[in-house]
T-cell receptor
């Protein structure tokens, strides 16, 4: 398995500020993803974090709002920029150890509240 | 990705089998069927996956219809710890692993009564 640590686990932020969420994996992984789970909703894929290149964003998500870094095979960050109350969600990191693996692992998530 | 349809919620008694249905009538020949579950206040966890044949693992069994337009996740003996939201997901990847990320539907909220 892959053990994923996300920091912070939760935060309350003022609107207009930015928050960077960290995702640390205990082993090297091929694929890293970021998801958003709005209150009472299912998970939505934000982007694929690519090592050494720009992340690949899903429709409706843009780099200016959700910049992502992935400097190596075990670490990634997601920044939620210029936050508004609508950004209040749980943000989750997910990994695949190998590109052709069939089991994705998820972190516990970061619960963000914007006031 | 092809769409899946699941009941919003189901209720079962502890220590009884649970059958969670999923309809995927527009499934393509290369779509794998994945099941994940999300326990309260946790990230999703993998349960099982399959392509055409029925599958068993330590957590559950997956029964796939012959025409692949539906599948059923079977928990053989539900415990209180199995109370979670269960997601049925189709993956376009031949590897089935969702290398392009997973598309979650609304899932089924499973309630276990003691």
């Amino acid at each position: 398995s892959a053990v994923i640590s996300q920091k912070p686990s939760r935060d309350i932020c003022q609107r207009g500020t930015s928050l960077t969420i960290q995702c640390q994996v205990d082993s090297q992984v091929t694929m890293m993803f970021w998801y958003r789970q709005q209150p009472g909703q299912s998970l939505t894929l934000i982007a694929t974090a690519n090592q050494g290149s720009e992340a690949t964003y899903e429709s409706g998500f843009v780099i200016d709002k959700f910049p992502i870094s992935r400097p190596n095979l075990t670490f990634s960050t997601l920044t939620v920029s210029n936050m508004s109350p609508e950004d209040s969600s749980i943000y989750l990191c997910s990994v695949l150890r190998g590109r052709w693996d069939t089991e994705a692992f998820f972190g516990q998530g970061t619960r963000l509240t914007v006031v | 990705d092809a769409k899946t349809t699941q009941p919003n919620s189901m209720e079962s008694n502890e220590e009884e089998p649970v059958h969670l249905p999923c309809n995927h009538s527009t499934i393509s020949g290369t779509d794998y069927i994945h099941w994940y579950r999300q326990l309260p206040s946790q990230g999703p966890e993998y349960v099982i996956h399959g392509l055409t044949s029925n599958v068993n693992n330590r957590m559950a069994s997956l029964a796939i219809a012959e025409d692949r337009k539906s599948s059923t996740l079977i928990l053989h003996r539900a415990t209180l710890r199995d109370a979670a939201v269960y997601y049925c997901i189709l993956s376009l990847s031949l590897a089935g692993g969702g290398a392009d990320g997973l598309t979650f539907g609304k899932g089924t909220h499973l309630i276990i009564q003691p």
